[in-house]
């Protein structure tokens, strides 16, 4: 499992990156990196929430939320599939 969160956390940050230099951003997250971005450049954090299809970026809790639901037993007939927690980018 090491192997996958470290691909994850490399797909955050590769995210993070491509959203900061001006590329397409699915979805953001509210984490350490993301706020402090946004803190010191208000008026894009606006253009970005402003897009959000719920108005606001997502909550690592909804992240988490997801996960927890996929480990649970509830899951267990998913397999293979992969889940958008966007906040409705996706839909």
């Known amino acids: ?5 470290s691909e ?4 955050q940050v590769v995210d ?5 230099h001006g590329h397409e951003q699915t979805s953001w997250v509210e984490t350490p990196p993301v706020v402090d971005w946004m803190k010191h450049d208000p008026d ?8 959000a299809p719920r108005g606001r970026i997502g909550s690592p809790a ?6 927890l ?4 037993d509830a899951a267990s007939f998913m ?3 992969p889940i958008a927690v966007d906040g409705g980018y996706m839909a």
């Open 1 to 5: 499992m090491t192997d996958v969160f």
């Open 8 to 11: 994850l956390e490399q797909l």
């Open 16 to 20: 993070l990156d491509a959203g900061i």
């Open 44 to 51: 894009v954090a606006a253009g970005i929430v402003k897009q």
């Open 62 to 67: 909804e992240i988490a939320n997801a996960v």
């Open 69 to 72: 639901w996929l480990c649970s």
């Open 79 to 81: 397999i293979g599939s």
